[in-house]
């Protein structure tokens, strides 16, 4: 238990008459049943008692959409977070996110917010509250094509196993994070702290990682991966032999062969089918590695963090053999990695052999080009959830109509107001990019899981029809009457307005 800022009470709960002091309260908020007494708030921190009475410690967050002035630009109805006035203006929209909502887990009631309201003429509903998730995962995308750790190999926090390293994508190492089996499978140690390294990943804080058998990595939603003390800068524009694709017309003429490391496919220009659409003739220079189709190479070294994800330094080690019959005293050869940020020219002397030259000017620019067309390393992180079980039966006294409502796009889903990709199949499993949520949406509880903000929006009509708790629903001015503290904070102009896809279906 810790001391907390106490919000203006919302509802309230008898005092334990087993309870010697006379003070505590009982949350039933969660399974955790905290007992709390006066003044102290329970484990989530997101529940308190306050005089006798069970308050919530957060505020609830609406959001505002931008407006046109008279001008015709665009202005937000709020320049930042503040205490909500109450006032509410056809000009500006308000959206009552999940975010401070609390919950009614498990959901034996209804949600803890079931709001009213009207966008362009149909009357919505928007069902508002914060789901405890057990089930639930982070999927982290790591710009770099350094080799981070064995597929499958495990991802340490704090010494204890919290996710694996999953598939490789093109141009980045990807990352599965948490899951049931971590949280509640494991030891209790684990689960905690599981919970802990997904809850500052969701919060956009950095986490340090330790893979197992590979590397050290800091991650941060929206920046630079930084691996084993190295931040990274760019993400490879391709594999080997797109980076021939891509730039075999501008080598033209300006060398005899390129040669690009990459850890996955190695092109080589002049017998790539680039190469030949140029007219070039094999210069005779064979690379180590299994061949695919011409001028593509899969495994020419082993994986690393040396040039193009390959564990090369001396990328002339990866030769494997220079034919007399086609090769060439005085043969252009240049060597370069799938970000430029490793680059060699060489000419072949008398007896074949590649001498070390400075960098040409020509080829320099398009040296310097494959870094430009480089994106920058970033890490992105994704929260995966299922939105199941009987978080539904807070919106519905017959939880399969709304499922079936999610899966045929009637319902909309978002997290923090953001939007969320539904998977396809049984259930509702949704993903969403922590980026587009507001800052500090997620929270946690003990049991482990971790607390995220849930909204379904709906037209009324359909709301009904699906068996929804007609009978709790408010609107924003009853919210404004009531006594739950609430701040307004401007909506992010990058997300879709949740209600328009409804309207959009209407017409």
Not at 8 to 29: F, H, L, T
Not at 287 to 303: D, H, I, L
């Amino acid at each position: 238990m810790t001391e907390t800022r106490i919000a203006p009470a919302v509802e309230a709960q008898a005092i334990d008459p087993s309870d010697k002091d006379g003070d505590i309260i009982r949350c039933d908020a969660c399974p955790v049943l905290c007992r709390i007494r006066d003044g102290r708030s329970g484990a989530c921190d997101r529940y308190a008692n306050h005089g006798g009475t069970l308050v919530r410690t957060d505020p609830l967050v609406l959001m505002s959409q931008t407006v046109a002035s008279e001008d015709g630009a665009l202005v937000p109805f709020l320049s930042g977070d503040v205490p909500w006035d109450g006032k509410l203006t056809s000009q500006s929209p308000v959206f009552v996110s999940g975010i401070g909502a609390t919950t009614t887990y498990p959901d034996y009631k209804p949600a803890p917010f079931i709001v009213s309201g009207q966008w362009q003429g149909v009357d919505t509903v928007t069902v508002v509250t914060e789901g405890i998730f057990s089930y639930c995962s982070v999927k982290v995308k790591i710009d770099t094509d350094r080799h981070i750790g064995p597929e499958q190999a495990s991802v340490l926090y704090n010494g204890e196993p919290v996710g694996h390293v999953t598939t490789a994508e093109y141009g980045s190492q990807m990352l599965s994070l948490g899951g049931v089996r971590h949280l509640t499978g494991g030891s209790k140690k684990e689960g905690v702290t599981t919970c802990e390294s997904m809850l500052k990943l969701c919060n956009k804080q950095g986490v340090d990682f330790e893979i197992e058998g590979g590397a050290r990595i800091n991650v941060q939603a929206g920046r630079a991966p930084v691996i084993d003390g190295k931040r990274e800068e760019r993400m490879r524009v391709g594999c080997g032999s797109a980076t021939i694709g891509i730039f075999a017309q501008q080598w033209h003429g300006h060398v005899d062969e390129v040669i690009v490391v990459d850890d996955h496919i190695t092109g080589v220009l002049s017998e790539h089918q680039a190469g030949a659409y140029l007219g070039m003739e094999p210069a005779g220079i064979r690379v180590q590695g299994r061949k695919s189709t011409p001028g593509r190479y899969f495994k020419v070294a082993e994986p690393g963090s040396g040039w193009g994800g390959t564990n090369i330094t001396d990328p002339l080690s990866i030769i494997q053999k220079i034919d007399p019959k086609k090769a060439w005293p005085g043969l252009r050869l240049l060597l370069v990695s799938t970000t430029g940020e490793d680059s060699l020219y060489c000419e072949l002397d008398e007896d074949l052999m590649p001498q070390i030259h400075p960098m040409p000017a020509p080829l320099q620019v398009v040296v310097d080009r494959i870094a430009e067309n480089c994106e920058p390393a970033l890490c992105s992180v994704v929260f995966v959830a299922g939105a199941g079980g009987s978080l539904r039966a807070g919106v519905t006294e017959n939880p399969v109509r709304l499922t079936r409502s999610v899966q045929d796009s009637l319902t909309r889903v978002t997290m923090g107001g953001a939007p969320c990709y539904v998977w396809p199949g049984g259930g509702i499993t949704v993903m969403v990019d922590v980026l587009r949520m507001p800052e500090n949406s997620f929270g946690s509880v003990p049991t482990p899981a971790l607390v995220a903000p849930l909204e379904f929006t709906l037209p009324l009509a359909d709301f009904e029809r699906l068996g929804g708790h007609m009978g709790s629903i408010t609107t924003l001015e009853g919210l404004a009457r009531s006594r739950t503290e609430m701040r307004m904070a401007p909506w992010s102009p990058e997300n879709p307005w949740p209600l328009s896809p409804i309207q959009k279906q209407e017409d």
